[in-house]
């Protein structure tokens, strides 16, 4: 069953049509209270918000921040902001100090709208000129600013109609900081047509539809989650579980419990709920789709067969959606991350310091230019330099790396920042912790690029994480990639940590990998005196 998609491309307009026909409809189910609101009950208090803003003087194109915990007040303070057409800035709910105080500075809001738990994250930072305070779950007794109001009794007036008012689906609807993996955050300016879009993509791709129940585990301020997870069902009229924070002990069980149909996962994700015990609910559920991003090459046959599922791959970026997809009606080529959606985009794989398309089967970055007007990033706030370099030469460098077969089948192979560079090879980051995950011996790998001491060349760093109730021997686990990877791939140090450093999406920081130092904990293959030559057995 395809939903109708309404011809007015904005967020406001996709959930009036909502309210409108799936009133009483279950729309949002938390996952670890089974809480459940229609969207009846949601769309009456994201009036009430609406409302409440507009008669407080918010005017349209004005930023809001919203800070919330993953949950139902998130999401109505997102949907109010859409109504009058202002602009939501979605803050992750872990975020504080000096990276809370770079957003707030990089793009100050006119208006602060928070859970009370988080309230003290606010406090701690400055934000000229003051914003508006708006607070939802102060417990009863709690003494509030004195300039800052409480939506409680907002949100239970549950009014009957949105505000009136028009958006333009060019306006601008969001601003989202990237994840900062190798520098201050980046704050994205996305219009509502190009939201609309990334939702209708989701719905082609994977048939999503009214009698889904989709499963959500990503934070709300990144587009998987609010766009290609919550708004995307909420397009097709479909059923959301919210989980607050992604665990991978407890994923199987809410899956099984809660007559999961489809969801969404990073690849990092999926290698942590692959890492967990089988189950019998392993196969004993209803999803049968599942987004990828991606399906990691090491483990995806394996993951689908465990778990009885189709994967759909993907890749994108905040700033210009996702141009690649895999198909369900085909057979998954094993490391594709799919062909390009041709009626929205075109794309080149070109050397990235010429902007020279490259032949078939060439790695080199992948650029992008939308075929259709507000279908991508406007700007980044308060960046023009970043733009003008993003927008080089009528293409969006998106810094990814990868080659495209004759078939019109991508491989994404790294970040361009994460590309090592070892005796004139081009070396994939992934190609490394892929073979270290084939081990057996570990849980999570990470390979950078240092210092080799020569110019313009790197040595290579593998960092891993134990397995379970494990100790990694780097010995054998150099042998063991002796026999999976060319000598040039071969890392010379190994140091094992307890956890890699993640951004709150799950990517791993690997500058700050790059410029931890070699320490006493750092193994040193050369120092340890096993020779290339004896590894590989050459004369």
Same mark, same amino acid.
């Given at each position: 069953?395809?939903?109708?998609?309404?011809?007015?491309?904005?967020?406001?307009?996709?959930?009036?049509?909502?309210?409108?026909?799936?009133?009483?409809?279950?729309?949002?189910?938390?996952?670890?209270?089974?809480?459940?609101?229609?969207?009846?009950?949601? +769309?009456?208090?994201?009036? !009430?918000?609406?409302?409440?803003?507009?008669?407080?003087?918010?005017?349209?194109?004005?930023?809001?921040?919203?800070?919330?915990?993953?949950?139902?007040?998130?999401?109505?303070?997102?949907?109010?902001?859409?109504?009058?057409?202002?602009?939501?800035?979605?803050?992750?709910?872990?975020?504080?100090?000096?990276?809370?105080?770079?957003?707030?500075?990089?793009?100050?809001?006119?208006?602060?709208?928070?859970?009370?738990?988080?309230?003290?994250?606010?406090?701690?930072?400055?934000?000229?000129?003051?914003?508006?305070?708006?607070?939802?779950?102060?417990?009863?007794?709690?003494?509030?600013?004195?300039?800052?109001?409480?939506?409680?009794?907002?949100?239970?007036?549950?009014?009957?109609?949105?505000?009136?008012?028009?958006?333009?689906?060019?306006?601008?609807?969001?601003?989202?900081?990237?994840?900062?993996?190798?520098?201050?955050?980046?704050?994205?300016?996305?219009?509502?047509?190009?939201?609309?879009?990334?939702?209708?993509?989701?719905?082609?791709?994977?048939?999503?539809?009214?009698?889904?129940?989709?499963?959500?585990?990503?934070?709300?301020?990144?587009?998987?989650?609010?766009?290609?997870?919550?708004?995307?069902?909420?397009?097709?009229?479909?059923?959301?579980?919210?989980?607050?924070?992604?665990?991978?002990?407890?994923?199987?069980?809410?899956?099984?419990?809660?007559?999961?149909?489809?969801? +969404?996962?990073?690849?990092?994700?999926?290698?942590?709920?692959?890492?967990?015990?089988?189950?019998?609910?392993?196969?004993?559920?209803?999803?049968?789709?599942?987004?990828?991003?991606?399906?990691?090459?090491?483990?995806?046959?394996?993951?689908?067969?465990?778990?009885?599922?189709?994967?759909?791959?993907?890749?994108?970026?905040?700033?210009?959606?996702?141009?690649?997809?895999?198909?369900?009606?085909?057979?998954?080529?094993?490391?594709?991350?799919?062909?390009?959606?041709?009626?929205?985009?075109? +794309?080149?794989?070109?050397?990235?310091?010429?902007?020279?398309?490259?032949?078939?089967?060439?790695?080199?970055?992948?650029?992008?230019?939308?075929?259709?007007?507000?279908?991508?990033?406007?700007?980044?706030?308060?960046?023009?330099?970043?733009?003008?370099?993003?927008?080089?030469?009528?293409?969006?460098?998106?810094?990814?790396?990868?080659?495209?077969?004759?078939?019109?089948?991508?491989?994404?192979?790294?970040?361009?920042?994460?590309?090592?560079?070892?005796?004139?090879?081009?070396?994939?980051?992934?190609?490394?912790?892929?073979?270290?995950?084939? !081990?057996? +011996?570990?849980?999570?790998?990470?390979?950078?690029?240092?210092?080799?001491?020569?110019?313009?060349?790197?040595?290579?760093?593998?960092?891993?994480?134990?397995?379970?109730?494990?100790?990694?021997?780097?010995?054998?686990?150099?042998?063991?990639?002796?026999?999976?990877?060319?000598?040039?791939?071969?890392?010379?140090?190994?140091?094992?940590? !307890?956890?890699?450093?993640?951004?709150?999406?799950?990517?791993?920081?690997?500058?700050?990998?790059?410029?931890?130092?070699?320490?006493?904990?750092?193994?040193?293959?050369?120092?340890?005196?096993?020779?290339?030559?004896?590894?590989?057995?050459?004369?």
């Amino acid at each position: 069953m395809q939903p109708s998609v309404p011809a007015s491309e904005t967020i406001s307009a996709v959930a009036a049509m909502r309210w409108r026909i799936s009133a009483d409809k279950p729309f949002l189910t938390l996952a670890a209270t089974d809480t459940t609101v229609t969207y009846d009950d949601f +769309m009456r208090q994201v009036a !009430s918000l609406a409302s409440e803003l507009s008669d407080l003087g918010m005017q349209p194109g004005q930023t809001i921040a919203t800070h919330f915990p993953t949950g139902i007040p998130a999401l109505i303070a997102w949907q109010a902001v859409s109504a009058i057409g202002c602009v939501e800035m979605p803050i992750h709910p872990d975020l504080s100090g000096e990276p809370l105080q770079h957003i707030l500075a990089t793009c100050p809001p006119a208006a602060i709208i928070g859970e009370w738990s988080l309230h003290r994250n606010i406090a701690a930072v400055t934000v000229d000129p003051a914003p508006l305070m708006l607070f939802h779950g102060r417990p009863p007794n709690t003494p509030f600013p004195a300039a800052a109001r409480d939506i409680e009794p907002v949100l239970q007036r549950a009014a009957k109609r949105l505000p009136e008012g028009k958006v333009s689906p060019s306006a601008a609807a969001t601003v989202l900081f990237t994840s900062g993996t190798s520098g201050p955050a980046k704050g994205a300016l996305l219009p509502h047509k190009q939201l609309h879009m990334v939702a209708q993509q989701v719905l082609e791709a994977t048939g999503l539809n009214a009698d889904d129940t989709y499963y959500c585990v990503h934070p709300l301020n990144h587009v998987a989650g609010k766009y290609m997870g919550v708004f995307a069902a909420m397009m097709a009229g479909a059923h959301v579980v919210l989980e607050e924070r992604f665990d991978a002990a407890v994923w199987i069980e809410r899956v099984h419990r809660h007559r999961i149909t489809i969801s +969404m996962a990073h690849g990092p994700m999926l290698e942590m709920i692959h890492a967990q015990p089988a189950s019998p609910l392993d196969a004993q559920h209803q999803m049968r789709r599942m987004m990828c991003c991606p399906l990691p090459l090491a483990i995806g046959a394996e993951f689908e067969s465990r778990f009885d599922l189709a994967g759909i791959e993907m890749w994108g970026m905040t700033e210009i959606g996702n141009p690649l997809w895999t198909s369900v009606q085909a057979p998954r080529v094993p490391g594709s991350c799919g062909r390009l959606l041709a009626q929205w985009y075109d +794309m080149q794989i070109a050397d990235p310091q010429t902007d020279i398309p490259l032949p078939a089967g060439t790695v080199g970055e992948i650029q992008v230019r939308p075929r259709h007007p507000y279908t991508t990033m406007i700007e980044y706030t308060g960046r023009p330099d970043a733009t003008a370099a993003a927008w080089r030469n009528q293409w969006f460098h998106t810094g990814d790396l990868a080659y495209q077969n004759a078939s019109g089948d991508v491989f994404y192979l790294d970040r361009i920042g994460d590309r090592i560079r070892r005796r004139s090879e081009n070396i994939s980051s992934y190609e490394i912790e892929a073979a270290a995950m084939r !081990s057996g +011996m570990i849980a999570e790998a990470a390979a950078v690029g240092v210092p080799s001491g020569f110019q313009h060349d790197d040595e290579i760093k593998l960092f891993v994480v134990a397995g379970p109730h494990q100790e990694v021997d780097c010995t054998l686990l150099l042998t063991f990639l002796a026999g999976q990877l060319p000598h040039f791939m071969l890392p010379r140090y190994i140091e094992t940590l !307890s956890g890699l450093p993640r951004t709150p999406n799950k990517k791993v920081r690997k500058k700050e990998l790059r410029d931890r130092p070699n320490g006493t904990g750092t193994w040193d293959r050369k120092a340890a005196g096993l020779r290339l030559r004896d590894l590989y057995r050459l004369p």
